[in-house]
């Protein structure tokens, strides 16, 4: 079993005590590499104004030797009880895409965290069908889509496959996968970016 994995805490040492502004998993250098190559994200903006009042990121490896699975659960734990600042937490992770809370109905109760876990969750599940695609140069449908990822529904006693259908859609709407009617019907083909 690979336990190569981590995971880490980039921290505000301005505050005290130092805060946690981004939590993230990774291998080798990863937590590190931040640093060296600084992004264009809230975590970029961040790690540049402690720079430049001539602080240090503090680097934190908060759990070691995992599977990428043990070290992808504690990510989403994290990132959950923190809270990203797109929904009021502190931690700058991009895992809530249009960083709008969407309009619910006044009476359903949504615990702190869930939104963050269902975003990672679906960036992972969006990975593996572009993955899937990039795979099969015929393209993919969704019910194969459905059957090779393991995401078939039997509610009902139908089969009524409306996730993949759903990240299909995301997916076409990214730009990630389009519609190719030529490699036969319903036959989606992965973008080359």
């Avoid at 572009?130 to 039997?154: C, F, M, P, W, Y």
């Amino acid at each position: 079993m690979n336990r190569q994995y981590y995971v880490y805490a980039l921290k505000d040492p301005t505050v005290s005590p130092a805060g946690a502004f981004y939590i993230g998993k990774g291998t080798g250098t990863r937590a590190y590499n931040h640093l060296v190559t600084v992004d264009e994200t809230r975590k970029g903006e961040r790690i540049r104004t402690i720079l430049e009042a001539g602080d240090e990121v503090l680097v934190t490896l908060l759990a070691e030797e995992l599977t990428e699975h043990q070290a992808l659960k504690l990510e989403a734990e994290l990132i959950s009880a923190f809270g990203t600042e797109a929904t009021g937490g502190v931690l700058t992770n991009a895992v809530v895409p249009s960083g709008q809370a969407p309009r619910l109905p006044r009476n359903l109760v949504v615990p702190t965290g869930v939104r963050e876990k269902a975003q990672i969750g679906l960036k992972l599940l969006k990975d593996a069908v572009v993955e899937l695609a990039k795979a099969n140069r015929n393209g993919i449908t969704n019910a194969e889509t459905s059957k090779a990822l393991g995401l078939q529904s039997d509610y009902g006693g139908g089969s009524k496959d409306y996730l993949a259908y759903s990240v299909l859609g995301l997916l076409m709407r990214e730009g990630k996968l389009a519609r190719d009617e030529s490699k036969g019907r319903g036959r989606h083909v992965a973008q080359v970016r």
